[in-house]
């Protein structure tokens, strides 16, 4: 599992951790090239990386990032076509549209 971003007592985030079921232990995330802190925003699984997309930070997003847990690295998204928002509800499978 992999959890990042949010906010605390302190503002919005930009970092995260790994659980490990198998030894109970969290790894914290790399936070060099992650994407600006955020809140709200939507994050899914591509089966070997983790995409962040959108929320707010003070701002609404029209950004994200794509994080691999092998590399334990960041890689930035480009902002474009999709509408900036603070959350949105990731639809993948048959009879997405």
Same mark, same amino acid.
């Given at each position: 599992m992999? +959890? @990042?971003? !949010? %906010?605390g007592a302190?503002?919005?985030?930009?970092? /995260? #951790?790994?659980?490990n079921?198998?030894?109970?232990?969290w790894?914290?995330?790399?936070?060099?090239?992650?994407?600006?802190?955020?809140?709200?925003?939507t994050? +899914? @699984?591509? !089966? %070997?990386e983790m995409?962040?997309?959108g929320?707010? /930070? #003070?701002?609404f997003f029209?950004s994200?990032g794509?994080?691999?847990?092998?590399t334990?690295?960041?890689t930035?998204?480009?902002?474009a076509a999709?509408?900036?928002?603070?959350?949105?509800?990731?639809?993948c499978?048959?009879?997405?549209?």
């Open positions: 992999i +959890v @990042w971003g !949010g %906010s302190g503002g919005f985030l930009n970092d /995260g #951790g790994r659980y079921p198998g030894t109970n232990t790894t914290a995330t790399s936070t060099g090239s992650a994407p600006d802190a955020r809140d709200w925003h994050a +899914v @699984w591509t !089966g %070997s995409i962040v997309w929320g707010y /930070g #003070g701002v029209n994200g794509r994080y691999n847990p092998g334990d690295t960041w930035a998204t480009r902002p999709p509408p900036t928002r603070a959350t949105a509800t990731p639809r499978g048959r009879g997405a549209r």
